[in-house]
């Protein structure tokens, strides 16, 4: 388009010729790195660790028991086992 503005008669549509060839070639490119790669985008959650003096609210807990998995959330640590009933369930 800012090839027409350019020029007079022939001239125009020469400039006008030249600035699609320069707008295919520049809109080919988009979305490539210098190499020609495609580029895409990712949204990403980044983590970090916060320091507390405060315990948790509660922990998840997720055990086996009976080849079944089982998860719980407890007030209490769990320590390396967890009681629980003849049904799997926790108690506490």
Do not use: K
Not at 29 to 58: H, K, L, M
Not at 65 to 77: D, E, V, Y
Request: charged share 20%; glycine share 16%; with cysteine.
């Amino acid at each position: 388009m800012i090839g027409h503005q350019i020029g007079g008669g022939s001239g125009r549509d020469l400039a006008t010729a030249g600035g699609v060839v320069a707008g295919a070639a520049i809109g080919s490119q988009v979305g490539r790195d210098r190499y020609g790669n495609p580029v895409s985008t990712q949204d990403v959650q980044r983590c970090s660790t916060v320091n507390t003096s405060s315990e948790p609210a509660y922990w998840d807990v997720t055990y086996r028991f009976r080849g079944i998995t089982h998860r719980a959330q407890m007030l209490s640590p769990p320590g390396r086992s967890v009681t629980v009933n003849r049904d799997g369930e926790p108690r506490e």
